[in-house]
Each structure stands twice: as C-alpha cells, then as structure tokens.
C-alpha cells in the first residue's frame, strides 16, 4: 500500500512538471512565431543566441536552486553507499553460517553456551536473531522462538534503515527542480516586460537556462528511485531468507529438544 502511494505522488509530481514544460514550450513557440512575422530579430540578436555552454556553464545558469540540488545528489550517493555496504549478503546472512553452526550445536541444551559465542564470532542478522533465541532457550522453545522473533523484528528495521530518507530525496529533487524552474521563469518574464517583447531571446534565454532545474530535478529523483526500489527488492528477498532459514533452524532443534513435539 504504501509503494502504491509513493508511486502515486510521484506521478502527480511528474504529471505537473510535464504541465509546466508543455506550457514554457507553447509559450516560447508563440514568441518566437509573434518575432519572426514581425521581422524583429537582428542579426546581432541572433549571433547572441549561438551560445552552447558546457556543464559547468549550465549549472552556474540554473541558479540558487542548484545549490540544494547538488546537496541531495550528495547525500543520495551517501545513502546508495551505505545501503550497498549494509546489505551484502555476508553481513544479513553469510552463506556457511547455517552449516558451522549444525556443527556446534548439536544437543540444544548442552551446546547453547558455544552456539551463543560461535554467533558472537560471526556478527550478521541472522547470528543476532539465533543468539538471542538461544538465550532464552533455559525457558523453553516458546519463549525461544519468541526472541527470535523479537529479533528479527528489529534486523528487519535495520535493514529498511534510511529508506525512507532515500525516497524522501527523490521527491524533494523533484520539488526543488520545479520551484527553480519557476522561479526562473518568474525572472525571465520580469527581464521580458523590462525590455520589451521584441528581444525574444533573452526571454528564450532565461526559459532555457530555468529547465536547466527541472533537468536536474529529474535526474536525481530517476537515480534515487531506481536505487530506492532495488534496495525494496534486495530487503524483501533477505528477509524472505531468514524466515526460511529460522523456520528450519526451529523446527528441527526444537523436535531433539522436546521429541513430544513431533507426535
């Protein structure tokens, strides 16, 4: 439900910033059509408008509105690090712990000491749940699987950690483009109704140099979300992961704990 309402917002988001560029594009056709009956372009005007800039060049046109959109691409790629670094598969659920561990547990009871250091030795997600399994184990397999699930409650939440954040960037990209490229269509016509209507190519040049902010509105939020909905993926497959995991891990220790329970 709630992929369902950011995919909402974000094509509300989308279906706005197409408006506004569908409506700078009919308005600068228009001028541009109204200069060229009236035969008001001159030579001069024309040679000014030959001007391809570079990067550089277009970001310093985009304005103040570059500024905090750098600063979330910034903090975008920090979090795309941090959310690559904190879900390697060795760091939630190691290939061979499963297979160690059957090797130092094996009487439920009397290995529990060994099994709780080995998990302390191989630091992951599913070491932390199993420990804090087998710390309550003296209490039986109810209040075991109890603290395991507690557990996984919480490593769940670790590993949705800053997801929020991540998206929360994209939409905010999204928004600041769009107020830069208002805010420059605002200083594009003042600069218009100063000069007059004939010189349609600073107007021409303040629209350009005002998309530059929904260009890369856009281009941060297209890299956030896709990074967003891979780490959605990698998480949910992890946590998939350990429930099967933890579920065969109970099962069988549970059955040589309490043989009853198999009847």
């Not at 995919?7 to 594009?25: E, T, W």
């Not at 109890?146 to 928004?175: H, Q």
């Not at 600069?191 to 509105?217: P, Q």
């Amino acid at each position: 439900m709630n992929n369902k309402r950011s995919i909402r917002k974000l094509s509300f988001q989308s279906a706005i910033i197409v408006a506004v560029l569908s409506m700078m594009i009919f308005v600068q056709a228009a001028l541009a059509a109204d200069a060229t009956q009236a035969n008001a372009v001159s030579s001069p005007a024309a040679e000014a408008l030959d001007t391809k800039k570079n990067a550089w060049e277009l970001y310093k046109a985009g304005g103040f509105f570059m500024i905090p959109l750098t600063a979330c691409s910034v903090l975008a790629v920090a979090l795309i690090i941090e959310r690559f670094v904190a879900l390697r598969r060795r760091v939630v659920i190691p290939p061979k712990f499963m297979d160690g561990l059957k090797q130092v547990l094996r009487d439920p009871r009397e290995d529990r000491e060994a099994a709780i250091e080995y998990c302390k030795k191989h630091d992951s997600a599913i070491a932390r749940m199993i420990a804090a399994g087998l710390r309550r184990l003296p209490r039986g397999w109810t209040a075991a699987e109890k603290g395991i699930e507690d557990a996984g409650a919480n490593e769940a939440l670790k590993l949705r950690r800053n997801m929020r954040f991540l998206y929360s960037i994209g939409s905010v990209a999204t928004l600041l483009g769009l107020i830069g490229t208002i805010s420059g269509m605002i200083l594009a016509f003042q600069n218009a109704a100063a000069s007059g209507t004939g010189d349609v190519h600073k107007l021409s040049t303040g629209i350009y140099e005002a998309m530059v902010n929904t260009f890369g509105g856009l281009a941060v939020a297209i890299v956030v979300t896709i990074f967003y909905y891979f780490f959605v993926g990698r998480i949910e497959k992890f946590i998939s992961e350990l429930n099967d995991a933890l579920g065969d891990f109970s099962d069988e220790y549970a059955l040589r704990d309490e043989p009853e329970l198999a009847a």
